[in-house]
């Protein structure tokens, strides 16, 4: 009996063994092929007036047969009207393709965004349906002359205008160039930064030195984008956008203003957007470590003070 029991426990453990590794060996094969769950993003819900949309998003991770991410498929689904908009994200090359559907779950439009940062190359296609093309442009960077070239096509791949484009040391765009199909210019713009490297001011200007528009940027003491005013010619205000956060620094309402004449220069609210985010344990306790730290720098600051 007890050779019996024995040869049991021994031929049980040769099962367990060989069953771990049958596991172990499919566990490295596993993402092959197969869609993987990386990141559940906050349900936003989303206030338009009287209606109230509640979006969902998700992203799905494919992975090649090395165990290397392939492409991210992200998913921006609208419950209230079952419309969804597709993200597909590749990265050899690099590439991002928005697919956009109507709450019929018919194709709306697409758009396909393709770089490449070993030449400096990038493009953006905007389709009406699938394949019919409205809008391309084609971007050459020369990182020695530390210029950019974009070039604008119509839908049957006639250049229309191109964009010159100058960038500081730092490789932010500093002053842009707009020239006909005959590379005559046309307009210019200048963009000034802060002290922290962000946007501050863009200007609009013929190439004879007439101002023809003018946006200037806002920002919270965090480096979020606060509000953007945008001017005509006579520095007269035409639109208004301003966000809105929280304590943790997340946008919780976008507030869009319009200049009407009849009511003199007054910004008139015309739509709001409220965000809310449903919070997961992971966030919440990485948000109390971060108010932690927070307390403790603080505090610091006050005792040298």
């Known amino acids: ?8 426990l021994l031929s ?8 771990n590794r049958i596991d172990s060996s499919l566990n490295g094969l596993n993402y092959t092929g197969l869609k993987r ?17 509640y979006l969902d998003t998700r992203d799905y991770c494919y992975f090649n047969n090395k165990g290397e991410i392939d492409h991210i498929d992200s998913f921006l689904g609208n419950t209230a009207v079952d419309s969804k908009t597709v993200y ?4 050899d090359p690099k590439a991002i393709e928005r697919i956009k559907y109507n709450k019929f779950n018919d194709l709306e439009g697409r758009e396909l965004e393709i770089w490449n940062d070993r030449d400096g190359t990038s493009s953006y296609t905007r389709y009406g349906g699938y394949v019919d ?24 791949g ?18 842009k160039v707009e020239v006909n199909e005959s590379d005559e210019p046309v307009f210019y713009y200048k963009i000034s930064y802060n002290e922290l490297g962000l946007v501050e001011n863009e200007k609009k200007l013929t190439y004879k030195d007439s101002l023809v528009a003018v ?26 956008h301003e966000n809105l956060y929280d304590v943790e620094n997340r946008l919780v309402e976008e ?11 007054i910004p008139v609210l015309k739509k709001i957007h409220r965000y809310d985010y449903e919070e997961t344990s992971k966030y919440r306790r990485q948000m109390k470590e971060i108010r932690k730290k927070r307390e403790k720098e603080y505090e610091k600051s006050r005792k040298k003070d």
């Open 1 to 8: 009996m007890r050779k019996l029991i024995l040869i049991l």
């Open 12 to 19: 049980l453990l040769t099962i367990t063994m060989f069953a």
């Open 37 to 53: 769950l990386v990141r559940r993003v906050y349900m936003v819900r989303q206030d338009f007036g009287q209606d109230t949309e």
């Open 88 to 91: 597909k994200r590749t990265f």
């Open 133 to 156: 093309i409205i809008e391309r442009v084609v971007a050459v960077q020369d990182t020695v002359e530390k210029t950019i070239k974009e070039t604008f096509y119509d839908e049957v």
């Open 158 to 175: 006639f250049a229309l205008f191109s964009n010159r484009i100058t960038l500081n040391d730092f490789g932010r765009q500093v002053e």
């Open 215 to 240: 946006t200037k940027y806002s920002y919270n003491n965090r480096g979020k984008l606060s509000r953007v005013a945008a001017f005509d010619g006579q520095e007269k205000m035409t639109a208004l």
């Open 255 to 265: 507030r869009f203003f319009k200049i009407n004449p009849k009511y003199g220069i």
